[in-house]
């Protein structure tokens, strides 16, 4: 009898840890609908689990709206719902219910489904005396932001980036007078409006992956404070001209354009630290950005800097401060000797995928340089000794330099700090030889540790087993 009991003891805990699927967030949907369909669940109960997360959803967005109506939270989180329209609660802003969303400043509508920008707008339209930051990011916004969006005249922070969206629209950049961040990552707007100008407080923006042929030249003046501008795979032409009136800016992203040339009002930019301006159509690089500093230039009778050499106004140069440079893949033949002069904290330099023959002689002035990156310039004849300087470099890229016959050995003891070093030619045989000292270095003799040394012809070994 004992043993019967047991049993049904055994077969009713097992028939107990029948599990309940339970929806509160994204990632819990993710989950639950990897598990229904992977296993082969009959069709039937994949239609009950799907009404099941619908009605979850429901509930969890019900609930949300209800919290912060009555305690009159100030961010209200929607993000993930599949929400198809802005849930009518918040039209409930007008008289007489405005009291209930007068503390709300923060709204996230973000990864729904969202889909007519007029209604969407419109619904948020009454929030707009006190809301300043909306996340409608990921859903599937189209056309025009329309011109009630102005309404939004507390806006601070926009986020609308992985939508369909076009432009946005006269009136409603107007309205958006305390902008100071906008995001309109992936999506297809193809000019922004004149009136943008008015968006003076702007410190972020980011248009990445858009259709932008050029930025007006009048609204970019305005924009004294911006420190972070992200304009990468777009159909630029040209970088504004008012750069040189962006004294706060700090990284310029317009890498994978159309852009023939870097504007001297660049130099103007005295905090700039991160520039990359890859992929694009640069041919050369005008030799007044990276000139010398007037301590280091011509110098009159008693020994002073020349008046031409201490206006800054009049030779723009990059600024010290600047930590990356990536210019790979442009139509680089040349780069300016004078490159490094003044660039001591300089940490990344990319000149992958150019025609350069030879590098420039300043180089070896970037004593900060930690990664070098110059693969695919199949005409490179020559790395210079003078880089024996640049003690700190941890990673060299000269893969695909096919005209590169040798690496100096003195540069094989100067990098102590090497962790990597990449010299493949690309080609069927090897093009590069190693010395024995480059051999010896990889392995770790004379350093702390060795590194790791890809590509290149290893020496020939003797008959007593000499290199």
């Not at 400043?105 to 007029?118: C, M, W």
Request: with cysteine.
């Amino acid at each position: 009898m004992a043993k019967k009991g047991g049993k049904k003891k055994k077969g009713g805990a097992k028939g107990a840890k029948t599990e309940k699927v339970v929806v509160e967030t994204t990632k819990e949907m993710e989950k639950e609908r990897a598990m229904y369909t992977t296993t082969g669940l009959p069709l039937g109960y994949r239609f009950s689990m799907n009404r099941k997360a619908e009605s979850i959803r429901a509930e969890v967005s019900e609930a949300r709206l209800k919290t912060c109506m009555l305690k009159k939270t100030e961010s209200l989180n929607l993000r993930g719902l599949a929400l198809e329209s802005v849930p009518e609660q918040i039209g409930w802003g007008v008289p007489p219910f405005e009291d209930m969303w007068l503390s709300l400043v923060d709204l996230d509508l973000s990864h729904n489904g969202l889909f007519k920008s007029a209604e969407v707008f419109a619904a948020v339209s009454c929030l707009g005396a006190h809301l300043k930051r909306l996340d409608l990011s990921a859903n599937a916004l189209a056309g025009e932001v329309p011109a009630v969006a102005g309404s939004l005249v507390a806006l601070e922070s926009l986020r609308a980036s992985e939508n369909q969206l076009t432009g946005i629209h006269e009136e409603a950049a107007r309205g958006w007078a305390k902008l100071a961040s906008l995001n309109l990552a992936r999506n297809a707007v193809a000019a922004l409006p004149s009136s943008s100008g008015s968006w003076q407080g702007l410190t972020h923006l980011d248009l990445r992956n858009n259709n932008l042929k050029e930025i007006v030249e009048a609204a970019a003046a305005a924009w004294t404070l911006l420190e972070v501008v992200k304009l990468g795979a777009n159909k630029l032409e040209a970088i504004p001209e008012a750069v040189g009136k962006w004294g706060s800016l700090r990284a310029l992203y317009v890498t994978d354009n159309k852009i023939p040339n870097l504007p001297l009002e660049i130099g103007q930019c005295s905090k700039l630290e991160t520039l990359h301006c890859g992929v694009n159509l640069l041919k050369e690089l005008p030799a007044d950005l990276f000139g010398k500093s007037p301590a280091e230039g011509d110098q009159d009778a008693d020994g002073a800097p020349a008046e031409s050499a201490a206006t800054p106004e009049a030779t723009p140069r990059f600024p010290a401060c600047l930590r990356e440079i990536e210019l790979y893949r442009n139509k680089l033949t040349l780069v300016p000797d004078d490159l490094g002069h003044n660039m001591p904290g300089l940490e990344q330099l990319s000149l992958s995928g150019n025609s350069l023959k030879y590098l420039p002689s300043g180089l070896n002035k970037c004593t900060g340089l930690r990664e070098l990156h110059l693969a695919n310039n199949a005409k490179l004849v020559k790395i210079p000794d003078e880089l024996a300087s640049l003690t700190k470099l941890r990673y060299v890229n000269l893969a695909g330099c096919q005209g590169l016959k040798a690496i100096p050995n003195a540069l094989a003891n100067a990098w102590l700090e090497l962790r990597e070093i990449d010299i493949r030619s690309g080609a069927k045989k090897e093009k590069c030889k190693l010395t024995a000292e480059w051999v010896a270095a990889a392995a770790g003799e004379g350093r702390e540790k060795g590194f790791i040394l890809r590509g290149g012809i290893p020496p020939k070994m003797g008959k007593k087993g000499k290199k």
